[in-house]
């Protein structure tokens, strides 16, 4: 056991975290994933674990919980602070100790996201050598520790299910010691992604370039790390077949089978993440509105970026005539 881990007596459970991390892009389907494996009686989810920097910079008056209540003010989150702090941790739902993402200047830029370009990897490599960083690290290591062990006592969990869906966070994770983490790769149709992304005001080439440079990214943090066992996750096929889908994710992650309702409360929840989790109950159910919102050529376009990393992920080349 290190040294910091020893630091406060909450903190000497030897006992390692059992940790699931869905790695994805955005508009993937995590938010539905983590309110599915919610409803798991072993597995505890609240979503993505912190709040992202443009919520935290937009939302100086809190921010909302799934629940309907403002997160500073929902009774599950001052629980879950009070036992955070209780391990000799400081977190409040105003100051997310357990982000890695480094906030301030250049550096920030650097290391905010997990790179597939080499020279920025390189940077990165560097940064993390610098003390003030190095520090920030071993910090946000323990405050994720104690976190997770709140959120499972909390809950009566055995297993946290993270769907921060960051692949730096995840690289961070795989290195934290008394973690013991697999990952659930979810996938989704590039063209579904770049109609979603050009909404946001992407290029649909930009948008597929981004799907693409991700899971390249993903296969070569995977690569790194030969003994990590890692599920892949269509959403096609959580929305199509949900049950035999979360059977097999179930045998995958130890923590047995289960068939939630198609229909999902939120309310009943307490998910950060995508908007989504603010709209009423919901219901399982495949959305492919890209099919009508691209043209034929489009789709093509959108395809022949993705190229072969789309067609190894499962997904035929082949366009949609609406």
């Not at 996201?113 to 993390?128: N, T, V």
């Not at 399982?284 to 789709?299: F, N």
């Amino acid at each position: 056991m290190s040294e910091e881990m020893a630091a406060h007596p909450a903190m000497q459970n030897s006992d390692p975290i059992r940790v699931a991390y869905l790695a994805g892009t955005s508009h993937c389907g995590s938010t539905l994933l983590a309110l599915l494996m919610n409803s798991h009686p072993q597995v505890a989810s609240v979503g993505e674990v912190s709040p992202s920097l443009a919520i935290q910079r937009r939302d100086e008056l809190g921010f909302d919980c799934s629940c309907g209540q403002k997160v500073d003010a929902c009774p599950f989150w001052q629980a879950v602070a009070r036992k955070v702090n209780s391990q000799g941790v400081p977190f409040s739902t105003q100051n997310w100790t357990n982000d890695y993402q480094y906030k301030l200047g250049m550096l920030g830029k650097t290391v905010r996201e997990y790179s597939f370009h080499p020279l920025l990897q390189h940077a990165q490599r560097l940064a993390i050598r610098l003390p003030l960083y190095r520090r920030k690290i071993a910090r946000t290591d323990r405050a994720n520790r104690a976190f997770m062990r709140a959120i499972l006592e909390q809950t009566g969990a055995g297993l946290f299910f993270d769907t921060t869906k960051l692949l730096l966070r995840l690289k961070h994770l795989l290195q934290v010691e008394g973690l013991d983490v697999r990952v659930v790769r979810m996938i989704r149709d590039v063209r579904a992604f770049a109609v979603s992304m050009r909404r946001k005001g992407y290029t649909l080439q930009r948008a597929a370039e981004h799907w693409k440079q991700f899971h390249l990214s993903a296969d070569r943090l995977f690569k790194s790390h030969p003994h990590l066992k890692v599920f892949e996750l269509r959403y096609e096929d959580l929305c199509s077949e949900p049950d035999s889908s979360l059977d097999r994710l179930g045998r995958f992650l130890d923590v047995g089978p289960f068939s939630p309702s198609r229909f999902i409360d939120p309310g009943e929840h307490h998910v950060l993440g995508n908007s989504m989790r603010l709209r009423g109950p919901l219901e399982v159910r495949l959305d492919e509105k890209w099919r009508t919102e691209l043209h034929e050529d489009e789709q093509k376009a959108v395809v022949e970026v993705a190229g072969q990393t789309h067609r190894r992920l499962g997904y035929p080349d082949h366009v949609s005539v609406s």
